[in-house]
């Protein structure tokens, strides 16, 4: 059963519990996490956990919740739930308080997590995804997890307007990819893996660093983190996207370019058989 939290309080998703004057709402001031429970726990929190931390101290907003309790707050509504395969999405914003721009003084900022049934799309993950190309039009701080999400939502519903599944963007002034619209970007070519290097434009995802920091090394395989062109990524070999919800998925196409052979590739697939090690190993043990 599907299950919120607002401020240390468990309550059903349609219970209004908003503010009209949160930030969050007003000015998407404040950050979030989308993490995945597998068999009933939550993969790779830590990581997220780290993460949120260094957006909050990004912004300036006050860590008012540790570690543990985020980490029980997680277990808890996982528990409260009843969801064995599930998407927890989390976000704290700075607070409450008359609308001004600058930062509010004695606020404390407010948490609110949402749990929900889903599971990894395993028909995508076989055959691959098409994808579009559409101009990063992002701020220049893209390595926040900020609730700030326009940028990403027009890239998304580009793929769904012209009925692929997902976007890759690019910055136009430097005709470079930057990443997906909630995925980080990679391509194959002759052997090596390529992805933009971590920096303001974009974020550093979970899934990247567990593919960097765990998977390539064990596998042997050699990666660079350097940004590239969208006709260099049509003439790769393979392309896949990463996220907590697509963990790796193929990409076969963008905007009509058929991507190698047109199905997944061999590395990305090894990639992906690893990361399942991951999560058995760490979610089913
Ligand atoms: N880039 C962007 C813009 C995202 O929104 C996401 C998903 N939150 C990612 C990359 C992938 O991050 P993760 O692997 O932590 O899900």
Not at 199 to 215: A, C, D, F, P
Request: net charge negative.
């Amino acid at each position: 059963m599907e299950l919120g939290f607002f401020d240390g309080e468990f309550i059903s998703l349609d219970e209004a519990k908003v503010r009209l004057e949160d930030r969050g709402y007003q000015f998407g001031d404040g950050i979030y996490e989308a993490t995945h429970v597998y068999n009933g726990t939550c993969f790779a929190l830590p990581r997220h956990l780290a993460r949120c931390r260094r957006s909050l101290r990004e912004l300036r907003i006050p860590i008012t919740y540790m570690d543990e309790e985020l980490t029980a707050i997680h277990q808890d509504i996982i528990k409260k739930s009843g969801i064995k395969d599930g998407a927890i999405y989390y976000q704290i914003t700075r607070g409450t308080a008359p609308r001004t721009h600058y930062f509010p003084e004695h606020v404390v900022p407010h948490l609110s997590m949402t749990i929900r049934e889903s599971k990894p799309n395993t028909e995508w993950q076989e055959n691959g995804i098409h994808c579009t190309l559409v101009e990063d039009i992002r701020w220049l701080r893209c390595d926040i997890k900020s609730l700030n999400l326009l940028g990403n939502v027009l890239a998304k519903q580009a793929a769904h307007d012209k009925g692929v599944q997902g976007t890759i963007q690019f910055r136009k002034d430097q005709n470079l990819i930057t990443e997906g619209s909630s995925s980080n970007f990679y391509i194959v070519k002759d052997g090596i893996i390529w992805t933009h290097p971590l920096n303001h434009y974009i974020l550093k995802g979970v899934t990247r660093s567990i593919l960097m920091e765990e998977i390539i090394p064990k596998l042997g395989l050699t990666v660079v983190e350097k940004a590239f062109s969208p006709e260099f990524a049509m003439s790769a070999d393979e392309a896949f996207v990463t996220s907590t919800s697509l963990e790796v998925t193929p990409v076969v196409n963008i905007d009509g370019h058929t991507i190698g052979q047109g199905a997944p590739g061999k590395i990305t697939q090894s990639l992906l058989t690893e990361y399942h090690r991951l999560v058995r190993q760490e979610c089913y043990a």
